[in-house]
């Protein structure tokens, strides 16, 4: 029972009808990834890697970070269970989520390899689940255990806060559900989540009595929908309906919200903003209601959104979501690369969003948004050791960015574990008999009675072999012809290549063909058992250039082959630093296979300029990797976009009174005397990093922010081993719109250093305290030596604040 059909628990429904009016109404079905078996050299050891390294590892932070205790606790409030734990453990409402998003990898895993004592474990973690869940089905822990703790989440009451975070765990533990059901064919997690699902169906939705209100953090549209079609009940379409459908009407008085993705009803949307994950999950259950019963009037609306994304707001990497704050978008354009925050589960709904939109119009464009995300954002996401992880992946770094065994806002690594077994299912589709290849990658599949074999080592190599070993029937063969051998690699205005493509070709039977340069060459002939065909793909070295809107790219490009897209790594070049380097545009760019390198990858090797601090330039050699390996050996300097002029070159720095510093962020006034149970100091970054901004709002590299501090007092400061003769500061403030809370220059502030006692004084004689932006704040003040310095800032009533470089002279 192992072996039943299951790609259908990834997405909502067996079949997708077609809203795109110019094709036919024949639905295109995902084919089921337990019908595909890989045998290639790059998807499946990371497959492998993650069953064998990534669940156990995942389960076991739960097991350390007191996930399954709370379910325990829950359990003993329910009177089912006596147990040691005294506590409800960790900080978000959301925690549960994450036992349920392995318990959906780890069934996966055991479509493809059964493993007994696995099978085992998630029986014993699933009771252990259904002992935690109310009588009335009612599942969220800390709410059971009463943890007023996290009121400030759910607050004293189930449903009473939009942004609880109840709904989002209904969400995990259903889809969670279904995948356990899918596989193994047992009901004793599918009965939990229905019983969870009709409580969600009759506390939400118009009728009297009922909460009128959104999901607040989406995800119960999609799981949703996914009950609805294992189970056939239509209560449960009709409650995914409901969510989409109050999204941004704030029935119940609410206030709109961006981040919640309910700022707007989505048939008036024209632009993807807020929460990037929240609308990943969101547009996905919008797609899947769309489909399941043919609404095309949120289907245009879903274009229209994804055309915003996809021409103003796609990081080349597949990624979305440009800002920290909020976890979300930012303006038009705003692609920054060295604080973009591409969140792993961002780049992960990005790629459910745009598969349901391929699977409603059978459009190759949403496939080159999935294959650019899948080989970049989503697999930098997780080491090649497969039990570190990235919760934001930035196209840049000098060194602050490592991967974490855990955290705790845990999201990420979870979703990470079942979405990586999902790989093969997102390679074929089926219309009808007409079959799509839309990823290449070696392996076998069956289709109805036909088997298909591919024999590539793609991404590496261009060459693709497709065999027919079995059945026969006259059908199409469509096959997706990438966006990397086009003139944009998004098929837009957002990036263009500055070369153009050479041509591929293709063959059947060793008969050339000679298709016209549509998104798919369509093959449509009498198949039989024997036939062959043969693509072959340039793989040649492309850069690209961002459209001029992109500030942080102008006067730079990135490397691609294939889908793959390169980075500058700091362990890869002689002096181990990037950002001092420029590779001209006419500059040659070889490709070889490194076999001991990153478990094996392409690297692309060439000369490069190198800018020295005296401004002198001479020769060096560079070496490229793919951008998903990048941190596996280290913290070090890493760039996608590199300069292609002189101009973009930044040489080396030489260390400054500031760079030297250690920063802390502190919390309250200055106090000498305080207390033992005053805060502890905070680690902080971003003010002395030696970048120069070129305005108040250039966010474009690390500062130092007060996240949801508003008209509060803050302070911030450096620290030296050695005393430092300092008598000035320059001080660059933030001001900065935000849709969920904006930054302004402080109401004033304050500096102090601490004397050689311990103490903290005012420096004296000093210029006045100005609070300018888009400038340096410039004061001098009577020499001190001093081991620290601070800055106490009061913000502005109802605004927030921070500092994008301080100086010290």
Known sequence: ???????????????????????????????????????????????????????????????????????????????????????????????????????????????????????????????????????????????????????????????????????????HLIESAVAHYRVTGKKNFLNVAIKNADLVCKTFGPGDGQIHRPGGHPIIEMALCKLYKVTGNKKYLEGAKYFVEETGRCTDGHKPSMYSQDHMPILQQQEIVGHAVRAGYLYSGVADVAALTGDKAYFNALERIWENMSVKKLFITGGIGSRAQGEGFGPNYELNNHTAYCETCAAIANVYWNYRMFLATGQSKYIDVCERALYNNVLSGVSLSGDKFFYDNPLESDGEHERQKWFGCACCPGNITRFVASIPGYIYAQQGKDIYVNLYVQGKTKIGNVELEQITN?????????????????????????????????????????????????????????????????????????????????????????????????????????????????????????????????????????????????????????????GEIKDVMFRAIPYSTWNNRGPQQMEVWIANTPISAVATPLPSIASIAQTFANRGPIQNDAPESAPVDSWAGGTNNQWEPK???????????????????????????????????????????????????????????????????????????????????????????????????????????????????
């Open 1 to 171: 029972m192992f072996r039943r059909s299951l790609f259908t628990i990834l997405l909502v429904g067996v079949e997708f009808i077609s809203i795109d009016a110019q094709q036919t109404m024949t639905p295109i079905q995902e084919v089921s990834f337990t019908q595909v078996h890989l045998e290639d050299d790059f998807w499946l050891p990371r497959i492998e890697v993650n069953r064998k390294v990534s669940i156990p590892s995942a389960f076991r932070e739960c097991e350390k970070n007191g996930r399954f205790d709370n379910f325990a606790l829950a359990a003993q409030y329910n009177g089912r269970l006596t147990t040691t734990v005294k506590e409800h453990q960790g900080d978000f409402s959301f925690d549960d989520t994450d036992p349920y998003k392995i318990i959906e990898g780890a069934s996966y895993s055991l479509a493809v390899h059964y493993d007994p004592q696995l099978d085992h474990y998630l029986d014993s973690v699933i009771s252990l689940i259904a002992l935690a869940q109310e009588d009335d089905g009612y599942l969220t822990t800390c709410v059971t255990n009463k943890c007023y703790r996290l009121s400030g989440w759910w607050g004293h009451s189930k449903w009473e806060k939009i942004n609880s975070h109840e709904l989002y765990n209904s969400g």
């Open 695 to 809: 305005r108040s709002s250039d966010i474009s590299k690390p500062y130092h922010y007060w996240w949801l501090k508003y008209g509060t007092q803050e302070a911030i400061s450096y620290c030296w081993k050695q005393p430092q003769m300092v008598s000035n500061v320059q001080v660059y403030w933030l001001d900065l719109d935000h849709y969920d809370g904006s930054f302004r220059v402080p109401e004033s502030w304050t500096l102090y250093y601490e004397t050689a006692d311990g103490n903290w004084m005012e420096v004296e004689d000093h210029e006045p305290y100005t609070v300018r932006k888009d400038c340096y704040n410039s004061i001098s003040f009577r020499p001190v030596k001093t081991k620290a310095l601070k800055i106490v800032v009061k913000l502005q009533k109802g605004q927030s604040g921070g500092i994008l470089e301080w100086k010290v002279n």
């Open 458 to 614: 793609y991404p590496w190599d261009g060459k693709i072999i497709l065999k027919v070993n079995k059945g026969s029937g006259k059908f199409a063969i469509k096959l997706r012809l990438l966006s990397w051998l086009k003139s944009s690699p998004t098929s837009n205005s957002l990036y263009t290549y500055k070369d153009k493509a050479k041509a591929y070709s293709v063959s059947v039977n060793g008969q050339a063909l000679y298709p016209e340069n549509h998104d798919y060459v369509t093959i449509n002939r009498r198949w039989k058992k024997g036939d062959v065909i043969e693509l072959n793909l340039p793989m040649e070295v492309r850069r690209i250039m961002a459209n001029d809107n992109v500030e942080d790219d102008r006067e730079r490009m990135a490397l691609e082959r294939g889908p793959i897209v390169y980075c500058l790594e700091g362990n890869d070049q002689a002096d181990g630093k990037v950002f001092n380097k420029y590779i001209l545009d006419s500059a040659a760019i070889t490709s070889r296979f490194e076999n001991n390198l990153l478990n094996g990858v392409v690297v692309l090797e060439g000369t490069a300029k190198e800018l020295q601090q005296d």
